[in-house]
């Protein structure tokens, strides 16, 4: 079964920079699309961007409108959150899957963002 691996995650001030990465242990082939979420504490969990893996047609969050850009490298099943502008409220664990809930992966252990001065 497919696993998924989240890292790029990090302390950085606001209005810092990270980016994440999402690398598969099998193929996107089969999937439409993949996405990026995030869960914080006390809040609901959250998908902040998706990209359809064929045509490259890209998702936000208001939220993350302009700050936030999503990208993937079908050739290494990767998938790529650049996250640029960080404010406090983006601190979260932010984990990758499909955005299809009928095809979801196993969610993986996420990766840790904190942004605090």
């Known amino acids: 079964q497919v696993q998924l691996v989240e890292t790029g995650g990090g302390l950085v001030q606001p209005g810092g920079s990270l980016r994440l990465s999402c690398a598969a242990s099998g193929s996107f082939s089969s999937i439409f699309a993949m996405g990026w979420f995030r869960q914080a504490p006390g809040k609901q969990h959250e998908m902040v961007a998706s990209i359809a893996l064929r045509d490259g047609t890209e998702y936000y969050r208001d939220s993350v409108k302009g700050r936030f850009t999503i990208s993937r490298d079908n050739a290494k099943n990767t998938v790529y959150l650049q996250m640029n502008s960080l404010k406090p409220e983006d601190t979260a664990v932010y984990y990758c899957?499909?955005?299809?809930?009928?095809?979801?992966?196993?969610w993986g252990q996420g990766t840790q963002v904190t942004v605090s001065s």
């Open positions: 899957n499909t955005i299809d809930l009928t095809r979801r992966y196993p």
